[in-house]
């Protein structure tokens, strides 16, 4: 079947929960700074010693829960749907007070977050993709 990636309205973020926030990790990334961070960095891949998974779900703060802390109108959502299934989604944040990741500038958009379900994970290309294009339509880096 083919997945069609959607944008949404808020009134649809519980279909946004049901996709998991959770990935399994078998590596970690390392930090070299080069001349003190002047010259750059270099990221060294090192596998973990047990992999496992993280859950940024579990703290119990779910998609639907957001509009409670952040006023979303300036926000893009989207959902990547295997027919009637959700299997991916997305979040662009911009031009909102309170987001400091904005700086308080106008032109900034953020990729607030971004899920896919572990059987579909090739979905987050066009899920990224369709967040940065809207993010370009309203003037944003």
């Known amino acids: 079947m083919k997945i069609a990636i959607e944008e949404i309205s808020l009134d649809r973020l519980s279909q946004y929960d049901h996709v998991p926030q959770s990935v399994e990790v078998k590596s970690i990334l390392h930090i070299e700074l080069m001349n003190q961070g002047l010259g750059g ?3 060294h891949e090192v596998l973990v010693e047990r992999p496992y998974i993280k859950d940024y779900d579990a703290s119990g703060e779910l998609p639907r829960d957001m509009p409670k802390k952040f006023d979303m109108r300036n926000w893009g959502f989207f959902l990547a749907m295997n027919g009637s299934t959700p299997v991916g989604a997305a979040t662009v944040a911009r031009d909102t007070t309170g987001v400091f990741m904005l700086e308080a500038r106008r032109e ?4 607030w977050d971004i ?4 059987e579909f994970r090739g979905v987050g290309i066009p899920l990224f993709r369709d967040a940065a294009e809207w993010s370009r339509i309203r003037g944003c880096k």
């Not at 900034?108 to 990729?111: G, I, N, S, T, Y």
């Open 41 to 43: 960095m270099l990221l």
């Open 108 to 111: 900034l958009a953020v990729l």
């Open 115 to 118: 899920r896919v379900c572990p």
